[in-house]
């Protein structure tokens, strides 16, 4: 089979496939063993992406909620219809009436990403949103204040390491995350053939546990009692050699005497684990000829995630493994939006302006998700939300809570692919290209690859019905909003005709000129599986954004956080705590639609480790309560989970009133963000704590 060169969408592994078609439907898909990163690999999920673009309950054309029933649209004059009630909405009430949800599949499309940023420039709301305040932002708080910009974040150099410490990540079902590495598998199973150490720090034994040389089975909620009991250990033995860049990092001494009350023996309930294993960690970290600690979801999205991004990089830093092969090592990308960035003055931001009723601080020019539904209900003047392929109402703490807040706006546009959890509740949907119908280039993942290179895959097929690509839509949106006296006026207008007559691969060709290769989008293009530009290099202090070039490694901020964790490290256990999980046939909320990937077994179970089911006195259901909501769920028995944790996979519940998804509606499973409490965040970036929530187990008929 030939097939035609494609990128698959899905996640950030970013694999290069070979198609076929026919008759405009995808037929058949393969790993593209040309692709210099995925050489051939893809998981069970590449086929999915042309099962949604035939969907029968895909969205083709856009709809508006009239007295309670939809009714069909045509596109003709309708991004004008919308902008301008947006601007009648912000003109009564103000720009920042109008929020914005960017989801996660907006990242994983250049012309959705630019038109998103496009768009919420436009509106120049402060009421901004998007996944990332339910994954990475605590890293990116940390790159801001360490590095001076915060999408300068470090990469796991997995290729090239002798010892891999992975902190609440499981990249064999993930396919890794904030690290661009195709075929996890491969990659970890290499590194244990050279001779590399693979320890993996998980409350369960994960699928990458399974096949680590370590499993340590940490308290949820204790990694930063972990990272500091090493980092201890390490200062105690005199082993803190950050090497090359110690003349480049302001403030080792007063981070290393910062560390004293944290002995192994002092952290170790915290943690969960032995001091003596928080010794061995840490020697067995610093012994090897080159390490990386890579923290991920589990590691951020919990109570303590801000110090843990922080430590992780103060490990890496300290022990001489950032900016080195085998280390933490900085993406090279050719187009380059973290030089571009900065170019703008635009290196990232904290706590420039409040959320309204708890005050939680922007970071980014983003305000933390959680705090979207508590404003609306405190009457915050917020009246319209605009949700961009994002489905908070599943993936955001207290779903239900959100839905209830959303129903109450003026005005709720969706610009998604489905009638889900969220768009059920907009005035309008309006649905995109997907897929092989839209070209593909990686501006953000190109950022985070373990190695240099470019690659772009032209649309294969044309969008159904005349579908709009997300960019030709947000950007109608925008001109639609500006058009109407909406908005941020005349500045805004000139970067919205500016960057339209471009179109985002012109914005891309730009980026690709300007960029350190000093390629063009036709050299890239020229290549159909893509340029390599091999391995990462040594990029400090060059790269530093910060004043000097120096690396903030101590300011007030850590001051104040360390201070804070050692007032509460003694802090009694909770009894039991739900954790989450993903599953390799899904991603996220959103291909629970897809048939093929839903067979088998039920899999939206609760892994509970005997003890604790026997404690409880569970039979094959449970249920599960928390202060904000209960679910029932089929329980799986498992000795691989530490005891006083239960697991549930995120992403499911797809049972509630109006959705339209006829083969996720019919295996709904439950959703674990009824359970979670909005109110937890980790303190630094008012990132959802969606790990560690106390919950209650009973028995459920
Ligand atoms: N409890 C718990 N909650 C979690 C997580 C967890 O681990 N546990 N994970 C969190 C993480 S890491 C993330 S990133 C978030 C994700 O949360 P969100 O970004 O809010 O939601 P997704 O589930 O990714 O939904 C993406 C939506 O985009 C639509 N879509 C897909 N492709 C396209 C496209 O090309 N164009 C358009 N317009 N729409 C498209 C889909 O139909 C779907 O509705 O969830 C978070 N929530
Ligand atoms: N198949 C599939 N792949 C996906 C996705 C998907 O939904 N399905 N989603 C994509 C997205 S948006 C993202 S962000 C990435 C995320 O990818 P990863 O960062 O690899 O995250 P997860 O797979 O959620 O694994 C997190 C692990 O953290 C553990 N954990 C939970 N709490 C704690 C804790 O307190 N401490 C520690 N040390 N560990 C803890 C969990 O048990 C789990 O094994 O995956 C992406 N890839
Ligand atoms: S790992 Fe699977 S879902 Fe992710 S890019 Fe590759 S084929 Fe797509
Ligand atoms: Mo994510």
Redesign the pocket.
Known sequence: MAGLPAVCPLCEAACGLLVELADGRVTGVRGDPDDPMSQGYLCPKATAVGDVMADPDRLRAPRQRQGGAWVERSWAGLTEEVGARLASIQKAHGRSSVAMYL???VVH?HG?LLGGVLLRKALGTRHAYS?TS??QLPHMRVAYELFGHQLLLPVPDVDRTDHLLVIGANPLVSNGSLATAPDMRRRLRALRERGGRLVVVDPRRSETAAVADQWVAVRPGGDAALLLGMLWTLAEDGALRPGRLAAATEGIEAFTAALRPFSPERVAGAAGVEAETLRQLARSFAAAPSAVCYPR?GACTQAEGGLVAYLAVALNLLTGNLDRAGGAMFGDPPADLVGLGSLLGQGGSAGRYRSAARGLPEVGGELPIVTLAEDIEAGAPIKALIC?????V??APQGDRLARAIEKLELVVS????C?ETSRLAHYILP?A?GFEKPHYDLAFSALALRSGARYAPALVPPPAGLPS?WSLLTGLARGLLQAGGGKGLGARAALEGACALGPDGIVDLMLRLGPRRTSLRAVRAAAHGLDYGPLRERLPARLFTPGRQIRLWSPLWEGALADYAGRIDAPAEPLVLV?RRRLASN???LHNVARLRRGPDRCTLIVHPEDADRAGLGARARVESPVGAVEVPVERSVDIRPGVVSLP??YGQGLPGVQLSVAAAQPGAN??HL?EAARVEPISGTAA?SGQPVRLLPAP
Do not use: E, K, Q
């Open positions: 989801g996660n599949p499309d959705a996944a339910l994954d979801m961009v392929a994002g489905n908070p599943s993936s610009v998604d692919l489905y889900n995109t997907f997300d989450g996220n909320s959103w995120h992403g674990i963000n979670i969606l």
